[in-house]
């Protein structure tokens, strides 16, 4: 997992930018952020960063300032992270002074997603490059292994289409010392809350129970998606291996298994079969382990339901729970489970993401605190054990933001909620309110009403409340007699201290001087 640092005094653009990356590459990066260069620094000084994106604009200090401070760093002895730049298009002159510090990339605001994705990938090859280039520093077992591993998880992932040196490949790898014939398992863990167990603790564990097991292990990798990937001899140990798993209450090592193989172009084949085998691990919730050759006919996909992911987007904020229900359905074709190709699922929940989601947590997110955090959550079926879950989060996740879109429409078309919360606050500003009282007074959901509120007032609940207080506090200073402790009382506050300093917030003076002024209007109307 990568280490990377957002550098950013705007908060929406911090956590934007945080949330776009998490997405696009689940559990590529350990995100950390700061609001400006000062910050950063200590935050790097504490644990350095392979990757930092700093906008150039800052307080205390600024983009360029971080950069120079960075190659500072470098002479230290702390590796340099490779440097991302924020900037507008009126920075563009002043973004030339960092070329010197050989800046990566200059990404323009507003950010857009397909031009960050391109900036982090191209990122992540140069850092693969130069580590390919320490690595060939030390001529070791040790690194002889690794680069065995990547060369392994290279040839594994290429596209099934890619032109391969088969005699190269066999060589980089190793595979002359290769036990044959063999096969392959993709290995995953994951907790019943859905999070993953760590990579290399997960490869650790798997290689200690593998001690205990007959049979050979030729190669061990982790692929591109933290998956652990197993080469071996075909004699049942990944099904013991799982066993004991279970034995030990581990369930949550779900194992794909491919079929025998024994030539250098076996290897990539055998891995893909895997993938498919453990594929229906996730789409069949009473399934921990499968082999290729259980599975019965080939997965299916479909075209990309375009027009029904805009209706459902559509549908949000109409009440009508039942037709979103039931075109969801359709759209991840429920009816043909389980053999429906989890790539199909995967793209239609990225596309629900961003054409509905993403849409909707735009115009309403500041305000939908109570399904913020399944909304992240369902950001990627990664999150979840198994697919069913995943759908179950998605589905009350649709429906509670239908809810809440037809509660703020309803209260935004219809007022009488609003006059009857403010003639509520009229007739008991002089008692401890808050927005909770008010919103069950009127039985709005609290985050409906903070919305709804300030669309009907213009001013928010606890900015209202003042001003009716002080426009009371201002009637009874009329009266001379009246204490201004016994008035601050009187209209709400807690004592005379809170009662003149708000009141100085509002009138621009105290209520005694306030006072005064009146009684002096008075006497000049007098004469």
Request: aromatic share 8%; charged share 30%; with cysteine.
């Amino acid at each position: 997992m990568r280490n990377l640092l957002i550098v950013d005094d705007e908060k929406n653009i911090r956590f934007g930018l945080k949330m776009m990356i998490e997405r696009e590459f689940p559990e590529a990066y350990d995100i950390r952020m700061a609001s400006q260069g000062e910050e950063a620094l200590q935050l790097l000084r504490a644990q350095p960063a392979d990757i930092v994106i700093t906008d150039i604009r800052m307080p205390v200090m600024d983009g360029i300032r971080l950069i120079e401070s960075l190659a500072e760093l470098e002479g230290t002895g702390a590796a340099k992270p490779v440097v991302l730049i924020l900037s507008g298009y009126e920075d563009f002159e002043y973004a030339k002074a960092a070329i010197r510090y050989q800046v990566k990339e200059y990404l323009l605001k507003p950010i857009r997603r397909e031009e960050l994705f391109a900036a982090l990938r191209k990122t992540e090859e140069a850092l693969i490059r130069q580590a390919e280039v320490d690595s060939r520093m030390a001529a070791t077992d040790v690194y002889l292994q690794q680069l065995q591993s990547h060369r392994l998880k290279e040839l594994l992932e290429q596209p099934e289409d890619t032109d391969i040196d088969l005699a190269a490949a066999a060589e980089s790898i190793g595979f002359e010392a290769y036990v044959k014939p063999f096969r392959v398992a993709v290995m995953k863990y994951k907790y019943e809350d859905g999070n993953t167990m760590n990579k290399d603790e997960l490869k650790q564990l798997v290689e200690k129970m593998m001690e205990s097991v007959e049979g050979r292990i030729s190669a061990s990798v982790l692929d591109g998606r933290g998956r652990l990937v197993l080469v071996g001899s075909p004699d049942g140990q990944f099904e013991k291996l799982a066993r004991q798993f279970a034995e030990r209450e581990m369930d949550g090592l779900f194992v794909g298994i491919s079929r025998e193989g024994s030539r250098i172009e076996d290897v990539r084949i055998c891995y893909n079969q895997a993938l498919h085998a453990l594929s229906y691990t996730f789409i069949q919730p009473n399934i921990r382990l499968m082999n290729h050759e259980d599975i019965n006919g080939e997965l299916r996909s479909y075209p990309m339901p375009e027009e029904d992911i805009r209706k459902l987007g559509n549908m949000l904020g109409t009440g009508r729970d039942r037709e979103i229900k039931t075109l969801l359905l359709d759209i991840f074709h429920i009816g043909d489970m389980p053999h429906v190709d989890i790539a199909y699922l995967e793209r239609v929940g990225k596309q629900i993401n961003e054409q509905v989601l993403d849409e909707v947590f735009r115009v309403y997110g500041e305000s939908m605190v109570e399904v913020l955090k399944l909304y992240r959550r369902v950001g990627t079926m990664d999150n979840y054990r198994h697919f069913h879950a995943y759908y179950r989060s998605l589905e009350h996740l649709l429906l509670s933001v239908n809810e809440y879109i037809q509660g703020i429409r309803s209260a935004h078309s219809e007022h009488s909620e609003m006059k009857a919360a403010i003639a509520y606050m009229e007739e008991n500003y002089h008692r401890p309110l808050n927005m909770a009282m008010v919103s069950n007074h009127v039985s709005l959901n609290y985050s409906y009403f903070s919305e709804a509120f300030k669309a009907h007032t213009g001013e928010n609940f606890v900015a209202y409340l003042k001003k009716l207080r002080i426009s009371r506090a201002k009637a009874l200073l009329q009266d001379g007699a009246m204490k201004l402790a016994d008035i601050g009382k009187a209209v709400g506050f807690e004592n005379t201290k809170q009662f003149s300093r708000v009141f100085k917030e509002l009138e621009g003076i105290s209520p005694h001087e306030y006072r005064m002024k009146l009684q002096a209007d008075a006497e000049l109307g007098r004469g």
